[in-house]
């Protein structure tokens, strides 16, 4: 960086001090700097003026050229879905899946398709932060040799509403209020309570949006849901229905409520870092796509309607059938040019998928494509790099705002019969391989009057809540239970948490009544059911802790060291994390490091101060006896500890850190171990039943 600071930038080029061009440094760049049209540019530093003192010239083209591209930087952000983050990779089939769909990329076993997929939250502006409260988006677009498909997605198998009618009510509810412009991000005020408690087809959604699936660790370790029925269509003409699934290797990993909310404070890009730095260290993010297939037949036999984007086929009913894998393996390039350029759309399908009448997925069909336009600001976005399908475009759309493809010739009409003349005679539709729409065969049943009707089965609001409150684990159903009450608790409208929990008693009676209790009100009257709920099966592949595999793979282990610390039992510490799969990152009072045992300097990952153990999915503390006397004044250490115990993290800590152990108000449980041989195990999972020792849940 010498050089930067010798950069002479009073003097343009032609001036008296004529700079060169550095060889290396920040200013050598690969070539000469040019405008937009070209133009190298002898100056970079200094506007064109009239005189050492005068005034800038009208004339300088090349400032007036820079500002003008700044000033139009930003285009409108995503009206939902606002802050994401994305990565490139592959989708491999494991077997070929003609006997279900035509479509060209189930084909060949082993054969990859390239994807893009952006994770986002719903509710906060671009600008905003990773870990509110909140639904995660999952999308994905796969570059298929017939086209792009993009399958876009939630972590959470359904949604708010029933039509598309509600969703600008539902997403004006939830975003920040329109006087205040606040909150940022996140359901817990007054608007989304108010508009959701009037709602009973929300609360099927609103149990899977107060439970940890909406605050998550990491995107890695989200699953994604096409959330609608869909359909399979093979070679033959037949259809079958389908759910899509997308389930993550290192399986469902959620943060708990107090540690969400202080990662706000540690990290506002907590999930956005952790998914590029895993690519970037080459732990590639991994899912497994799978489908739930079933027919017309099942669909008639079940209790809710497959078309209701409320409800969900549980996973023990319809088995879900693994079909390939998805790798992220690359970052993108640049933030704005793909992430912010993307431009997903449901109706973007290939031969071989096809929709269903869900009139949600009907409404979203129209929106998106519409959505871009406005964001992207021309109906050629679609020749933006990210969105390019990698197989040939041919059609006779031509011109618009933005045009970058220069088609040649007169044939921009069909029919045409310039071929007989010599002349480009353009692409022809194709009856064979060109996209059908499926014909329903039982589609007269589905056809009818006009009507603006649900069909009578939508009615049922409660009974999904209920088979997902059943299904969960008795501490899941205490967070659950906590997130009504804290988010209830903010809601200043009088009439809304009673509303809210009159709709919680249709779902289960044990649910309402602690929700009130929590918030310290008489629990309310009933809310009539448009339909009475039934009891369905709990289905326990609904619940996170009931399906958690212990593994370090893909987490990660804070170190706390100080000067003196044991430099051999933090080798062997380090080392057997990192054989674990886990990645180890050392916290020390000063970020130069810590002088160890044996006179030698550890350098620190990071500084004490803004290295809060929420940061990491287990500790360790590592400490000699007089650094323990110097961190028991230290705040920072002590809370480092506390959290991790309150956040139900395994602790392991040498005998002569016992003492800052004891002081943070850390009890003895399976999850407190040595820095021993143990330790690893013992890091790699989390401590639910601590969890009444270290706070009271509703
Ligand atoms: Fe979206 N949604 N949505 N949505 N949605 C958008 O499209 C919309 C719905 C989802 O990473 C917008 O490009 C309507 C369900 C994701 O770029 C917009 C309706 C599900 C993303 C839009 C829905 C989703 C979006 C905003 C009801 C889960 C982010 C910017 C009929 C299955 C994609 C944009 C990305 C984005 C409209 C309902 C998922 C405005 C009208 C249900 C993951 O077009």
Redesign the pocket.
């Known amino acids: 960086m010498a050089q930067d600071t010798t950069f002479d930038t009073t003097r343009g080029n032609g001036g008296e001090t004529h700079q060169q061009i550095p060889e290396k440094g920040p200013h050598s760049g690969e070539g000469h700097l040019t405008t937009n049209q070209g133009i190298r540019v002898s100056d970079n530093q200094n506007s064109l003026r009239s005189g050492e003192r005068g005034p800038t010239l009208l004339e300088d083209f090349v400032l007036r050229e820079k500002i003008f591209h700044f000033d139009h930087e930003r285009i409108p952000e995503?009206?939902?879905?606002?802050r994401?983050s994305?990565a490139h990779g592959y989708f491999e089939v494991y077997e070929s899946l003609a006997d279900l769909t035509k479509a060209d990329l189930f084909q060949r076993p082993g054969e990859k398709t390239p994807v893009f997929v952006?994770?986002?939250t719903?509710a906060g502006g671009a600008g905003s932060v990773d870990t509110p409260r909140d639904v995660r988006?999952?999308?994905v677009k796969f570059y298929t040799q017939e086209g792009n498909w993009d399958l876009?997605?939630?972590n959470i198998p359904v949604?708010f509403?029933q039509?598309?009618m509600?969703?600008?009510d539902l997403?004006h509810a939830v975003k920040m209020e329109a006087d205040r412009a606040f909150p940022q991000a996140g359901s817990a005020h007054d608007t989304f309570w108010d508009w959701a408690s009037l709602m009973p087809e929300s609360t099927h959604m609103l149990t899977w949006a107060m439970s940890d699936r909406t605050i998550p660790r990491s995107f890695r370790t989200i699953e994604g849901?096409?959330?609608?029925t869909f359909r399979l269509v093979n070679a033959e003409g037949k259809s079958t229905f389908v759910k899509f699934h997308w389930k993550p290797k290192l399986g469902l990993q959620s943060t708990v409520w107090d540690e969400a909310l202080k990662l706000q404070a540690a990290d506002n890009d907590f999930l956005r870092r952790d998914l590029w730095e895993s690519i970037e260290k080459g732990v590639f993010p991994e899912w497994e796509l799978g489908f739930q297939l079933f027919d017309q037949e099942f669909a008639d036999a079940q209790p809710y309607d497959v078309l209701d984007?409320t409800k969900l086929i549980p996973e023990e009913v319809i088995p879900v059938k693994l079909v390939g894998r998805m790798v992220l393996d690359r970052n993108p390039d640049n933030f704005f040019a793909e992430t912010e350029q993307?431009?997903?759309?449901?109706a973007n399908i290939v031969p071989g998928v096809d929709f269903s009448n869900d009139p949600?997925?009907?409404?979203?069909l129209?929106?998106?494509l519409?959505?871009?336009k406005s964001?992207l600001g021309t109906a050629n976005f679609h020749q933006l790099p990210i969105n390019a399908p990698k197989c040939p475009v041919m059609n006779f759309q031509r011109d618009g705002q933005m045009q970058m493809a220069v088609p040649k010739g007169r044939a921009n009409y069909e029919p045409n019969s310039l071929a007989a003349h010599g002349e480009e005679g353009g692409p022809r539709e194709c009856p064979v391989t060109g996209f059908h729409t499926f014909e329903n065969q039982a589609g007269n049943q589905e056809q009818g009057d006009k009507l603006r009707v649900r069909a009578e089965l939508f009615a049922d609001h409660y009974s999904q809540a209920r088979l997902f409150w059943k299904s969960q684990t008795a501490n899941e159903q205490a967070h659950i239970a906590s997130s009504f009450t804290f988010e209830l608790s903010k809601v200043k409208l009088e009439q809304v948490p009673a509303r809210m929990i009159g709709n919680l008693r249709n779902v289960d009676e044990g649910l309402a009544k602690r929700v009130a209790d929590g918030l310290g009100i008489p629990l309310p009257k009933k809310n009539a059911a448009a339909r009475e709920p039934i009891d369905m099966e709990p289905s326990p592949a609904l619940s996170i802790q009931k399906n958690l595999e212990p593994a370090l793979e893909g987490r990660k282990v804070g170190i706390l060291i100080a000067d003196g610390s044991d430099a051999a039992a933090l080798k062997t510490l380090t080392g057997a994390i990192i054989k674990a799969g886990g990645t180890p990152f050392i916290v020390a009072p000063k970020i130069g490091g810590a002088k160890l045992s044996d006179g030698t300097m550890q350098k620190a990952d990071g500084q004490l101060a803004g290295s809060p153990s929420q940061l990491f999915d287990a500790v360790a503390v590592l400490l000699s006896a007089e650094a323990v006397k110097l961190l028991l004044k230290e705040g920072a250490a002590i809370q480092w500890v506390m959290d991790a115990f309150g956040h139900l993290k395994a602790i392991g800590f040498n005998p002569d850190a016992k003492p800052l152990i004891d002081k943070a108000g850390v009890e003895p449980d399976a999850g407190i171990v040595g820095v021993d041989a143990k330790f690893t195990d013992a890091a790699a999972k989390r401590y639910f039943d601590r969890e009444p020792k270290v706070r009271m849940l509703a």
């Open positions: 995503r009206i939902v879905h606002a994401g994305a952006r994770f986002s719903v988006g999952f999308a876009v997605g939630n949604f509403i039509d598309a509600k969703f600008p997403v849901f096409g959330v609608h984007p993307v431009a997903y759309c449901p949600l997925l009907q409404g979203r129209f929106s998106y519409d959505t871009q964001r």
